[in-house]
Every structure is written in C-alpha cells, then in structure tokens.
C-alpha cells in the first residue's frame, strides 16, 4: 500500500511519502519526508528561515521555518486538532490521521519516520509534536527515526526534552552524517544562534568507515585549517566514484548530475557531500553498525564498517 503527501502546508512545498511492509513481523509503516527539492524556491526559503519559534510548557526553541513546513498554525501555534479540506492537508495532522489509520488496521504494526536534509529535519520534529500533544499510543508503536543529512533543529533545551521523551518511549533515533556535508553542521552552533544537536551522530568517512560519536567532527564546518583537507577529500570522492563500479559492482555506477555536482564540490567542499548518494553507499557498505546500535543503544565511540 502506498500513500502520498504532498504540497501540504498553506506554501503547498512539504512532501512525504508513506508506504508499509506487511511482510515484515510485526508489520512496519514508514514515514518519509522528502528534503529539498533543488529548484524549489519555497523549500529554499523554509531552510534560511532561521527565526525561532519558542514552545509552550519550557520545551525550548525550535527552528521556525522547519517548524512551518511541518504544519505550525499562524497565531494558534500547534492546537492538537484542526479542520483543514482535502485539497489543502497539512503535513502533521494529515500524516498523524493517516498513521491512526493504518495502526488500528494491525495492532501489532509499527512505524518509522525517515527523511534527508530537510525531510531529516521533519522527521525528528514529527515526534516532538506527538509528545506534545500527549500522542503516548502513538510513540510507543514507532520503531525509530532515522534522518540523513539532518541540520541543526533547536537549542539545548529542546534536545533535553527530546531526549527524555525518545528514551521514555524506547524509540531509537539514528543521525547519519556522512563526510564534509555541509547541512549537518548549520545552522551555527555558537553562542550567537544557539542551535544544538541531541543524540548521537552516526559519522561516515569518504571510505564508508565510520564511528558513532557525540557530535561530528568540524561542527561548524567553516574552518580556515579544515580548506586544503575537504579539498583534497573532494578530489578524492571524485576519483571514488569512476572507480567504485569496478570495485562493488555497476549498482554503484553515479551518474552525469553526481559527477559534475562532485567537480563542483572540489571548488565548494560539502556541497556533493551532502547528495542522497554517499548515504546511500554508507548505509550499504557500513550499515551493519545500525543494527549493533539498536541492539546496544548505550554504546558509543566505537569504529565500524
């Protein structure tokens, strides 16, 4: 079964797509919000839209345009239930509805919710509001979150209360950083934005190695000591990539929009490092981590691949 959100907030630019597993058991729904579209001038928009949006109840702040794109109501902020019409669903409520759905289809059924860049965002804010709205049945059937290339969501304050409300309700939360990628590193965490990460980071090198870590290393990515290394790393992915097909197999075969995106990425490093591509590869050949990490969720600091 297969549903589709899209254009789902009064901009019409959120999307998501829903689909289950009913040969898993128990049987698993995912959840997945797309990140930015490249001509999208409006997803553009949501992502520079760094203002914040202050919680009620001291939860902390959040990222105001993310907090938009997923359905935040103007004036009303986020009352638990709205009317909105069909051809003008709103990401949250309309996904939250149709998750409702399909778990008293199978009680035993699960879900995830997954997303990169921007859809990583959403993914992690999507159970933010859950909690804030008291959705307990809800949380305790989702399986995990699991975001690639995700930036920076909150401050301190709002990671706390994330943090309790993921590990009161046993949901695992999975933060892939692969490489140079630019996106996980902003918005600033500084003393001037205030932006922090929560959880661990699951970091990926350009060998597909990795180590889970507490934050990814060069956190804030503009780094004048760090240029001539992510350049020679960039010229190095670019070699990778005409080489990996004959190494792994044609399945790894990047096309003409990767190849000109990583030449582009010599002159601007963490610009092709942020491609769905490498987190793909990483997952693929460095994936057997997210199970041991699931098994052990306490465990930190070890290398894998």
């Excluded at 309309?94 to 699960?110: F, Y």
């Excluded at 804010?125 to 059937?141: D, N, Q, S, T």
């Excluded at 005409?242 to 010599?266: C, H, N, S």
């Excluded at 601007?268 to 994936?287: E, I, K, Q």
Aim: hydrophobic content about 40%.
């Amino acid at each position: 079964m297969h549903d589709r959100l899209s254009r789902a907030t009064a901009q019409r630019t959120t999307q998501a797509f829903m689909f289950r597993d009913t040969r898993a058991d128990p049987e698993v729904i995912v959840v997945a919000f797309r990140g930015t579209p490249p001509f999208d001038a409006q997803a553009w928009s949501t992502d520079f839209d760094i203002s914040w949006y202050e919680l009620p109840d001291n939860v902390g702040k959040v990222h105001g345009g993310f907090m938009k794109a997923l359905g935040l109501q103007k004036v009303r902020g986020w009352p638990k239930e709205i009317q909105q019409g069909e051809n003008h669903p709103v990401a949250y409520y309309t996904l939250r509805e149709k998750l409702r759905e399909m778990l008293k289809m199978n009680e035993k059924a699960k879900f995830i919710v997954t997303g990169h860049s921007l859809g990583g965002a959403l993914a992690i804010l999507f159970p933010l509001v859950l909690a804030m709205h008291e959705e307990h049945e809800m949380l305790k059937k989702m399986e995990g979150v699991y975001t690639y290339g995700q930036p920076r969501v909150g401050d301190e304050k709002l990671g706390q209360f994330m943090k309790q409300q993921l590990s009161l309700h046993g949901v695992p939360y999975v933060r892939c950083v692969y490489g140079n990628d630019m996106v996980p590193r902003l918005p600033y965490d500084d003393s001037t934005l205030l932006f922090k990460h929560f959880g661990n980071c699951h970091y990926y090198n350009s060998l597909y190695e990795g180590n889970i870590l507490e934050e990814e290393p060069n956190k804030n990515y503009f780094s004048l000591i760090m240029i001539l290394p992510k350049i020679l790393n960039a010229v190095w992915e670019l070699i990778r990539s005409l080489v990996i097909p004959y190494i792994k197999g044609p399945d790894y075969e990047e096309g003409w929009f990767m190849r000109t995106l990583q030449v582009a990425g010599i002159i601007l490093p963490g610009l092709s490092a942020h491609a769905p591509v490498d987190y793909v590869n990483s997952t693929r050949l460095g994936s057997t981590i997210l199970a041991n990490e699931l098994q052990n969720p306490t465990d930190s600091n070890h290398k894998f691949d």
